[in-house]
């Protein structure tokens, strides 16, 4: 039954259908299953179909954007459950989405799962400059910088920022993702990691500020 529903989920969010998206995943909740089962077996495979449509011009951009509406909606119910462990004094991780970039659901998701896990998260939304992440991170006082990109045109701006951040002599770390992000490129820029998904994500943050032994650490 739950695969079922699970399934009827991942269409809702393929038909932008925002009521039925809400609907469901309330019944799984209800059903006892869990917010991150929910995320990666009903919303995620939704989400990547559309992409998959969107790429291959079957469906545009507005189909798009009522199918990003009803997995947001979706995610506001998880996003609490996610974010209940607190094990505050992890660190204080500053996000955002580059300069040109409005995507913001898989950077959302990494901000959730980050928040879950005890980091302190400051996000700074979409289409983020350079200026904007500096003084964020100077004041915060933030452990890790974390930056998220889903266009070619806009990856590269990664790189922008990571070299103000080191003319400037910061001392954070810089943890970089999103779908055209490879681990060659996070090195090519001089990032100091970068995350295929969100688990990964905070694996990897961690990581960095040393919370885990080396053989969890994330390449
Ligand atoms: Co856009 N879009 N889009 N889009 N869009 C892509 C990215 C695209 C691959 C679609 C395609 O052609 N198949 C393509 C990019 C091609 C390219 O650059 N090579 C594309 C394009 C072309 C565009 C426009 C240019 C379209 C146009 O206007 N002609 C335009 C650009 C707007 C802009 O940013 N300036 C555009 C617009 C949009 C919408 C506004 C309609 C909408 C965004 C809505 C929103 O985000 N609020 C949208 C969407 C939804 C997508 C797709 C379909 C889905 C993205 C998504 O949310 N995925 C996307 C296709 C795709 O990626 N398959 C596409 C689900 C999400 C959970 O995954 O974001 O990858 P993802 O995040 C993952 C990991 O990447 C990782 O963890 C997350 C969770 O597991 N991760 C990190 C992400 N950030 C991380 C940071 C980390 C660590 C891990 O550390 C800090």
Redesign the pocket.
């Known amino acids: 039954m739950t695969v079922e529903l699970l399934k009827e989920l991942s269409d809702a969010v393929i038909d932008g259908n925002k009521d039925k998206s809400v609907e469901l995943t309330n019944k799984l909740l209800d059903l006892g299953m869990n917010a991150k089962d929910i995320l990666d077996n009903g919303l995620?495979p939704g989400?990547?179909v559309?992409?998959?449509r969107?790429?291959d011009n079957i469906i545009f951009?507005p189909q798009?954007?009522i199918?990003?509406r009803a997995?947001?909606s979706s995610l506001a119910l998880l996003e609490p459950l996610l974010s209940k462990a607190e094990l505050k004094g992890s660190g204080t991780v500053i996000?955002g989405t580059v300069k040109?970039?409005?995507?913001?659901?898989?950077?959302n998701?990494?901000a959730m799962m980050l928040r879950s896990s005890g980091f302190s998260v400051i996000d700074l939304g979409i289409d983020t400059r350079a200026e904007k992440f500096l003084d964020a991170i100077k004041k915060e006082n933030a452990e890790i910088v974390?930056?998220?990109a889903?266009?070619?045109?806009?990856m590269g701006y990664m790189k922008t920022v990571i070299d103000r951040i080191k003319e400037e002599n910061i001392l954070v770390k810089v943890?970089?993702?999103?779908?055209?992000?490879s681990k060659a490129f996070a090195d090519q820029i001089g990032a100091d990691g970068?995350?295929?998904?969100?688990t990964?994500?905070v694996k990897?943050a961690k990581s960095l500020i040393g919370i885990v032994t080396k053989e969890e650490t994330v390449e």
């Open positions: 995620l989400m990547e559309v992409g998959i969107f790429r951009v798009v954007l199918s990003a997995m947001k996000i040109g970039d409005i995507h913001d659901i898989g950077k998701i990494v974390g930056m998220s889903l266009l070619t045109t806009t943890m970089v993702g999103g779908a055209p992000i970068y995350a295929k998904n969100a990964d994500a990897l």
